[in-house]
């Protein structure tokens, strides 16, 4: 028994290696055919890797943001809305946000509760220039959560004095790089702002420092200020909108605790926590993911169509010498084993290509991402990607040879010599 078994092992190798002489000058007489074969596999993985990370990379860059905002809960009025109008940005339906977060900042359980309004304003670095339309941010407070990069960080909301807007105006603005430019502003010069045109050309501002944080979140150029400061330029002093009331809770209050009681309290209001509230933010772009989910099906499909269709063509192209071989009565085993030969070497050989492609392709996508919608990091890679790809490129090349292989084995050579 065990000498039948090592006789028969004998006859496995010698095939096996038979078979790999066998692909080895077929890929020695086609250099070119191997190439472009290669090329194309690399580049359905390349497809598949840069579209998949751009799916991962919108769930974790919404994901990082919330995280950024140091944050427990968030409320808001219904769903939270991105509206196109003026550039982009949340609409802003939590009215009466000043004297709602002062009653919720007043229980004990709370520390901070902030409320952040996002409109559309005119700005321009003179009152007699063409204005362009930004989104601006109106927080009541600076502090961490607003990083600044260059420069200094506002000075909270002195407008808004005792209740009333008879405060004294900063007049102070942060900005974002993108804006910067658009602007060719710096810090220390001053740019006007408002919500109208009229507004804008009566309401200079200085720009007091550089920061990122609205314009990662909300992915456009922004502007921020004072909240009592943009309510007053946009004529929303009478009802105080807002799109968020953010809260952090005291060290030692639980986060669930305070979300209940606070849902107990104001049942007019969504109380949600951050994984909540990135949740309802994607929501509202359903239509977006399931167009972002059809183009990851869409690469998996091509790619899968276009290997197969790469190595049933490179077999094709072979079909002669086979015919030979198999009128030499090479043996269907050895004839199948060659073909599936050349499609795992070709399918590692553009799947490993593919994956050495990626990293500087995803370097340069961020890259046109961060200048054109403002988001770093959009396309993020994750081994996981990597490994599906290649075992794409790998198992369907080898599947796709051998059926090739099966198909010209069937032929009659006399049909093809």
């Not at 949740?279 to 690469?299: K, P, R």
């Not at 796709?400 to 093809?416: D, K, Q, S």
């Amino acid at each position: 028994m065990i000498r039948w078994i090592l006789s028969r092992s004998d006859v496995y190798i010698a095939r096996i290696r038979t078979a790999g002489a066998l692909t080895v000058a077929q890929f020695r007489q086609q250099k070119l055919r191997l190439i472009l074969a290669v090329i194309g596999v690399s580049l359905a993985v390349l497809a598949i890797t840069l579209l998949a990370g751009t799916g991962v990379g919108v769930l974790e860059t919404g994901q990082q943001q919330f995280d950024a905002a140091d944050r427990d809960l968030w409320v808001t009025a219904g769903d939270t809305r991105i509206t196109s109008a003026g550039g982009g940005g949340f609409e802003n339906t939590l009215y009466n946000s000043r004297n709602i977060s002062t009653e919720i900042e007043s229980r004990e359980d709370v520390a901070v509760a902030v409320p952040l309004a996002f409109e559309t304003v005119y700005v321009s670095t003179n009152s007699s220039d063409d204005f362009q339309t930004f989104v601006a941010t109106g927080t009541s407070r600076g502090g961490p959560a607003v990083q600044v990069t260059e420069g200094e960080q506002i000075r909270g909301d002195p407008h808004y004095a005792n209740g009333t807007y008879e405060g004294e105006m900063t007049n102070e603005v942060l900005i974002d790089e993108e804006t910067a430019r658009d602007l060719n502003v710096t810090v220390g010069d001053t740019i006007h702002v408002g919500g109208s045109l009229a507004a804008a050309r009566e309401n200079e501002f200085t720009v007091i420092g550089i920061s990122p944080t609205f314009e990662q979140m909300l992915g456009t150029p922004t502007v921020t200020i004072p909240l009592s400061e943009l309510h007053q330029i946009t004529g929303d002093t009478e009802t105080e909108p807002a799109t968020f009331i953010t809260i952090n809770v005291e060290d030692d209050a639980d986060v669930d605790a305070v979300q209940q009681d606070l849902e107990e309290s104001y049942p007019d209001y969504e109380i949600r926590s951050n994984q909540e509230q990135l949740a309802a933010v994607l929501e509202e772009q359903v239509v977006l993911f399931a167009a972002a989910g059809t183009l990851i099906c869409l690469a998996l499909g091509a790619g899968i169509t276009l290997t197969m269709s790469l190595l049933s063509l490179v077999i094709h192209q072979q079909r002669q010498t086979f015919a030979a071989l198999n009128a030499q009565g090479i043996s269907f085993t050895l004839l199948v084993s060659t073909v599936v030969g050349q499609g795992f070497i070709i399918g590692v050989l553009g799947g490993g290509l593919g994956l050495l492609l990626t990293p500087p392709a995803v370097v340069l996508l961020n890259q046109l991402s961060a200048a054109v919608v403002g988001f770093e990091g959009l396309v993020q890679t994750a081994p996981w990607i990597y490994l599906s790809s290649l075992g794409i490129a790998i198992s369907v090349g080898t599947i796709a040879a051998a059926i090739a292989g099966w198909r010209a084995n069937r032929t009659p050579p006399l049909e093809v010599l």
